[in-house]
Every structure is written in C-alpha cells, then in structure tokens.
T-cell receptor, first 112, second 111 residues
Framework: GESVGLHLPTLSVQEGDNSIINCAYS??????FIWYKQESGKGPQFIID?????DKRQGQRVTVLLNKTVKHLSLQIAATQPGDSAVYFC???????????FGTGTRLTIIP | KAGVTQTPRYLIKTRGQQVTLSCSPISGHRSVSWYQQTPGQGLQFLFE???????NKGNFPGRFSGRQFSNSRSEMNVSTLELGDSALYLC??????????FGPGTRLTVT
C-alpha cells in the first residue's frame, strides 16, 4: 500500500479464516468512526462507519465494534479472501466536522 | 456516479518550485478535503473546503494553500517546495456530514 510506515503493524491470516484489526483512538470528543481499506496504488476505500451511539455495526462480511470506555475500535472481516489483503486504517472525527484523524494503519496479508 | 478524480497522478518537481494539484469531487458533493500521506507521518489532514470557503485547516505551514471553485472542484498549491513535501496527496469529497470518498491521489516527488 501507499502507507509503509516504519512501525506499521502487520497481520497475516489464512484464507477463509476471520481477521480482527484493532485501533485505539485518542479523542474522547470523537463521535464518528470509519474504517478504510487502502490497496497499493489506490486511495483509501470506505468500508464501514459507526457513530458513538452504537456499539456494533455489521456490513457485508465486516463488523465494526466500538468500546467507548476504553476508546477502542475493531474491524472484523469474516471468511477472508485474497482481495482483502491491504492496509486498513481507522479514522475518527466529530460528526459534522469533515476533519478525519487517521490511525497508523495495519497491513493485512491473506495467505492462500 | 463517477468517483473522485485527481490530476495529475504523478508529478516530479525541484526544490523551490511550486505545484498545483487538482481535485474533482463526486457530483453533488460540496465538501472537499485534502490529506497528505507519507511513510513517516501517515495520513494527515491539510484542509477542507465547503461552498468555496475553507472551514477547517490542519497543522501545515502557510506554503500549503487551497481553494474551491463554484462547481466544487478544488485545487491545492504548495509553494517553495521542500524535499519533505514528497508525498501522496489525497483528495476526498463528501455530502456534508457523511462519508468521505477518496480519489486515487497525486504522487508528488520533490528532488
């Protein structure tokens, strides 16, 4: 991906298994959270979002969990596929404010 | 609908020069945000425009500026380029208060 940070966490998962990517956020005032996927040579692609009045939200093969007590966000991807290999970013914002603050990203590699 | 488009996709400039990058948002989106992505700093917010007005600004020097036109298209300008300005510059558009959709980015290399 475009973000190859010096300390980019990595996660390798066998194809077909489930994966969980974690993210800690810092701003207690944030009330809107988004997960993006970035493949090599591309811009971030929206996956799923959640507002702070929810603890869980499900999409197609993806689930986002929000724990406001410990300021933690996770993305679960079910039945991973080779196309899921990418860098995943969480982002936080205050709803209605377009400024997104991104996490460092996690590189997910799906092993065939 | 067509996605966010950015031009040019790749650019090589020399230190001290200036550069202008362009972004066309998704049709109907009036908010355009710009981000810088580098290996060392990750994704960082530059600024956001809505209805031709800058609403938010990140922590970047004044060499970084932008504008938005009446058709919501946006440009960002970097003057007096430095080596550290080498990055992927991403534009995102949204319908106010909703998901931001990103373009493919402009890869700027400063030599």
């Amino acid at each position: 991906g475009e973000s190859v940070g010096l300390h980019l966490p990595t996660l390798s998962v066998q194809e077909g298994d489930n994966s969980i990517i974690n993210c800690a956020y810092s701003n207690s005032a944030s009330d809107y959270f988004i997960w993006y996927k970035q493949e090599s040579g591309k811009g971030p692609q929206f996956i799923i979002d959640i507002r702070s009045n929810m603890d869980k939200r499900q999409g197609q093969r993806v689930t986002v969990l929000l724990n406001k007590t410990v300021k933690h966000l996770s993305l679960q991807i079910a039945a991973t596929q080779p196309g899921d290999s990418a860098v995943y970013f969480c982002a936080e914002a205050q709803f209605g404010n377009e400024k997104l603050t991104f996490g460092t990203g996690t590189r997910l590699t799906i092993i065939p | 609908k067509a996605g966010v488009t950015q031009t040019p996709r790749y650019l090589i400039k020399t230190r001290g020069q200036q550069v202008t990058l362009s972004c066309s948002p998704i049709s109907g989106h009036r908010s355009v945000s710009w981000y810088q992505q580098t290996p060392g700093q990750g994704l960082q917010f530059l600024f956001e425009y809505f209805s031709e007005t800058q609403r938010n600004k990140g922590n970047f020097p004044g060499r970084f500026s932008g504008r938005q036109f009446s058709n919501s298209r946006s440009e960002m300008n970097v003057s007096t380029l430095e080596l550290g300005d080498s990055a992927l510059y991403l534009c995102a558009s949204s319908s106010q208060g909703k998901v931001q959709y990103f373009g493919p980015g402009t890869r700027l290399t400063v030599t």
